[in-house]
Each structure stands twice: as structure tokens, then as C-alpha cells.
């Protein structure tokens, strides 16, 4: 029967639920407060520079074109995407740095020039990494809306067993002795918002996306994918209204009945929120509340962010797209992030530059950067805080690629844990939710149906699958196949 369906923000999960309940024949809107659709990966223009504001590496292009193939096209319909080479470039140092290049056959040989025998062996752990993508994404992600634990069960996934047990940490640190080869194959973990230590080796998965996969760019952006799942979902018949707050949630005989707005209410059959899960609970009475706010203080969230958008007026040499400056310990920044919450001492940090593959994001002979440091949760962030981390990072950013860059910024802004819960209502103002952690994977997440209120589901980073953007659409997948 066709229902009148609501749905909370316009992140990812929330553009993919709508369209999939719109294509069932229901009648979907969709509420979001900010002036933009997109969450966390809304786009800004300022001073002929366009910025990314969130998410930048399209890893996984199988799920996004699995959405698009779910609707009869294809993201070719949409927006044009090239495969990156180098796919990104890691600095360690002065003078000191690796491209990760477009192939596993690549990648193996820089390996073995660095660590002798390690070429064969990243063949092998990517073998084993591909098997566990096929397992994970193929067949686990799109069947686990998180309701039992018997969704993990499965011959294949007994056979994988242990590596449920085992952490990435584990397995990188036995088969690679380098420092360098460890830190490369340790990043993609950073994704999944835990320390290697504390994240299962089967999401080693990770490292297929990163090297057998590879890195790919829209040409616009992650705002080209949010444009065509809007411009999908219109087709399909959702209305999107930007500059809607939702304030509270209204409930009546274990229903929602009443979504109040600032200065509207409206009904609703069924009522989604893709915004975080714990401000979505705030909104309703207290006995309508799954979880305690002791039970979200004891979660694992994955990082916050210190962001910089910066506009330079001139070309920026040794930088490819996407830069990782790992010429730190993470261990002791991963320490300062997660066991003991405060600015890190010597932060790594990524910078891309997408005025490199697409010139048209900067005004000419100009560089657009993006700048992103980790950082724990909760912190006080201060502007004098935010530029000591700026003059630090341009300071490094100078001396790798060796040019003076400071005297030639003409725009900047920054957005850090304060913004993240004033633009997002994010806990704590994570950047992208709940960490993927052994004990917070599958049903030992966030539920992504109320089990207080009959009509109320959830999708996003803080519920199933988890966070990124691949797993916010399918996020949007699994609520819509439930209520479906
Ligand atoms: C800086 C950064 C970098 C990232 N990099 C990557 C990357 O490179 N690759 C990758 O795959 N992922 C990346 N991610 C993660 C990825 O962007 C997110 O996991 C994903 O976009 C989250 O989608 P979502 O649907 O859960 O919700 P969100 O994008 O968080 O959207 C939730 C929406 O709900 C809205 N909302 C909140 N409260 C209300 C309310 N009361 N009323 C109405 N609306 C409300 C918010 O405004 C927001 O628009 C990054 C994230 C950040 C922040």
C-alpha cells in the first residue's frame, strides 16, 4: 500500500532510501536543514575556488554503480569518473615519498623495491583481501540490516572466522617489516573511523578497495553524485525541502505521529532519519528512547576533523589529487585520538588539491586545497587552536614539496567540532559516526528499526553498515528493503 513516507536529512543514505521507496510507488519527502542536500558532502563556492566540503576518495565504484544499475542506469548517465593515477601520494619526509600507482602489479613492484619479498606477499594478502571484499560487500553488506546475529553466519563467513578474530594490525605487521609498507596498507583503516588494533582483519577488505579497486574522481566531485540521486529521486517523484529543522518527533499509541518543524508540522505514515541517530532520539519523548546517553557516551566514534579550504593564487608543484603527509608516528596521534581524547602533539594529515584533475574547481593558474587533520572528539576548538594546526601543516606542506606557500593564500576557511554540531547535530561532532569496531559491526549496531516505536527506522553511519559513503547508500538500501 502506498504510504506517505518522511525522511530526515540528505545525506547518502537518505538520497538512496528515498529512491527506493519512491520506485516502490510511496510517497517520499525529504527534510533536510541545511540550505543544501548532500550532509556531509555539500559543496561551497567562494572567490571562483569550488570546494568539497566532506567526503573526497570514491573508493568502491561497484556500489555506486550498483545503485544506479537498481534504477536502470548507470553512473554514466549522470557524471563523468576517471580513474586516478597515481591513485594518491604519501610523503614520509623530506625528499621521501611514494605514488601509489593504478594497478596491484604497480603497486607489488614499488613494494618489492622498498622491502625485498614483499611484492609477492601483497599479491598474496590481496588475494585473501579480495576474497573478503567479494564475501563482505557482495554478499554480506546488501543481506545485513542488522537484526540477528545469524546474518553473519554463512559457510563462507565460518571459513573466514578467523579473520573476525585477528586485526588488521596483526596481519599487516606480520607479513610487512617496513614502517612505510605498514603505514600504507594501516590507511584505509582510518575509513572505518578505529585504530588498526582494534578493527577485525576481515575488513583487510579495505586494501582491495585501495589497490584493486582503486581511487576514483567524479569530475565535479562527490557533489556529481549527490546531483544525480537527486536528479534520480525527482524523476522517481521525491520532494526535497532544504531549510527544514525537525524539532521534535511526536508520538501517539507507539507511533509517530506528528513531525514538528520550526514553524510547521506535518504528518507522516513512516518516518526515516538519516541524521544522527542519537540527535534523531533527543527529538523524541524520553520513553520513546532506545539507548541511554550513558549507552552513547560508551561508543566508539570515529574521528572528528579539523578542516581547512584554502585558495592559492598560483600552481602548487609535488602534489598530486590526493596527499597523505604520514611523516609522523600515527600510533601516537591514534592514541591522542581515541585513548586519551586531546589536539594531537604531531598530527598526519591529507590534503587534496582537485584543481589538479579538474581545473575548472579554481580560477586560472590558481590551486584549490582541502586539509584534514583526525582529531578526537569533543575538543575545545578554538580559532587560536584551529591556526596554531594551520601554520602547522603549511609549515610541513612548504617544506615537502619546497616552495613558499603562505603568501600566496587568497581564501581559507575552516570547519572543525564546533561546526560539525552546529551545520549536522553530530554527537560529539564526528565527522563520519560509529567506528567499525568487532563489537559495534552488524546487530551490534545502532537498530536500524525503533523497537519502541513502531513506525520510526534509521539509516546512516551510526546504524548499519557503517560509515563512508558506499555504506550510507546501502544504508538507504537496507531501511527501504525493511520497510518494503
Ligand atoms: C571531512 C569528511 C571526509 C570524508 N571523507 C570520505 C571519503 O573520502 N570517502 C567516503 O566514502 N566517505 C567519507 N566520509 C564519510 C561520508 O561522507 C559519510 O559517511 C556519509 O556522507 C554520511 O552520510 P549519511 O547519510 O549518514 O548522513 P549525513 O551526510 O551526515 O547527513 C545527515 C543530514 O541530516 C541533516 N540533519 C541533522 N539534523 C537534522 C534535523 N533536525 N532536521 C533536518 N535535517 C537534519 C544534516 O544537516 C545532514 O545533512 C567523510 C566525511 C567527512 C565529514
Request: proline share 5%; net charge positive.
Amino acid at each position: 500500500m502506498k504510504k506517505n513516507i518522511a525522511i530526515i536529512g540528505s545525506g547518502f543514505s537518505s538520497l538512496s532510501a528515498a529512491c527506493y521507496l519512491a520506485k516502490k510507488g510511496h510517497n517520499i519527502t525529504v527534510y533536510e536543514k541545511n540550505s543544501d542536500l548532500g550532509g556531509r558532502a555539500r559543496q561551497f563556492k567562494a572567490n571562483g575556488f569550488t570546494f568539497d566540503m566532506g567526503p573526497s576518495w570514491y573508493w568502491m565504484p561497484d556500489v555506486f554503480e550498483k545503485f544506479f544499475n537498481d534504477f536502470n542506469k548507470s553512473s554514466k548517465d549522470y557524471y563523468q569518473i576517471e580513474k586516478l593515477n597515481p591513485a594518491y601520494r604519501v610523503y614520509f619526509g623530506l625528499d621521501d615519498y611514494i605514488d601509489i600507482e593504478d594497478s596491484i602489479e604497480k603497486i607489488s613492484d614499488k613494494f618489492e623495491k622498498i622491502e625485498l619479498g614483499s611484492g609477492e606477499k601483497l599479491k598474496k594478502f590481496l588475494s585473501k583481501a579480495k576474497e573478503n571484499y567479494n564475501i563482505g560487500v557482495s554478499d554480506m553488506l546488501y543481506k545485513m540490516p542488522g537484526l540477528s546475529p545469524l546474518e553473519l553466519v554463512s559457510i563462507k563467513t565460518i571459513k573466514k572466522i578467523r579473520y573476525f578474530i585477528s586485526t588488521i594490525r596483526k596481519e599487516v605487521h606480520r607479513d610487512f617489516k617496513n614502517p612505510k609498507l605498514r603505514s600504507i596498507l594501516e590507511f584505509p583503516v582510518l575509513f572505518l573511523g578505529a585504530k588498526a588494533s582494534n578493527t577485525p582483519a576481515f575488513y583487510n577488505f579495505m586494501n582491495y578497495a585501495d589497490f584493486g579497486l582503486g581511487t576514483f574522481q567524479p569530475k565535479n566531485g562527490f557533489s556529481d553524485l549527490v546531483n544525480a540521486m537527486v536528479s534520480l529521486g525527482k524523476n522517481l517523484g521525491v520532494k526535497y525541502r532544504t531549510n527544514h529543522t525537525l524539532k521534535s518527533i511526536k508520538i501517539k499509541d507507539n507511533k509517530v505521529n506528528k513531525l514538528i518543524f520550526e514553524n510547521r508540522e506535518f504528518d507522516c505514515d513512516i518516518l526515516i532519519s538519516g541524521a544522527d541517530y542519537h540527535h534523531t532520539e533527543s527529538l523524541l519523548p524520553t520513553k520513546s528512547r532506545q539507548y541511554s546517553e550513558k549507552y552513547w557516551s560508551k561508543r566508539i566514534f570515529a574521528p572528528s576533523s579539523l578542516l581547512f579550504y584554502v585558495g592559492f593564487n598560483k600552481k602548487i608543484n609535488n602534489v598530486t589529487h590526493h596527499n597523505l603527509f604520514f611523516d609522523t608516528e600515527f600510533d601516537q596521534h591514534a592514541k591522542e585520538i581515541y585513548d586519551d581524547p586531546r589536539w594531537p602533539s604531531d598530527p598526519l594529515f591529507y590534503a587534496n588539491f582537485t584543481s589538479k584533475t579538474n581545473p575548472g574547481t579554481a580560477p586560472k593558474n590558481c590551486e584549490n586545497g582541502f586539509f584534514l587533520i583526525p582529531i578526537a572528539t569533543d575538543l575545545e576548538d578554538t580559532e587560536e587552536i584551529r591556526e596554531k594546526y594551520f601554520e602547522l601543516i603549511m609549515e610541513k606542506l612548504e617544506k615537502f614539496t619546497k616552495q613558499t606557500l603562505r603568501s600566496s593564500i587568497v581564501y581559507k576557511r575552516s570547519f572543525c567540532v564546533s561546526d560539525f554540531k552546529k551545520d549536522y547535530n553530530s554527537y560529539g561532532g564526528n565527522a563520519y559516526g560509529l567506528a567499525n569496531t568487532l563489537f559495534q559491526t552488524a546487530f551490534l549496531r545502532p537498530n536500524i528499526k525503533s523497537k519502541l516505536v513502531q513506525n520510526l527506522y534509521f539509516c546512516g553511519q551510526l546504524t548499519v553498515p557503517g560509515p563512508g559513503v558506499p555504506p550510507a547508500i546501502v544504508s538507504g538500501e537496507l531501511v527501504a528493503n525493511l520497510i518494503n
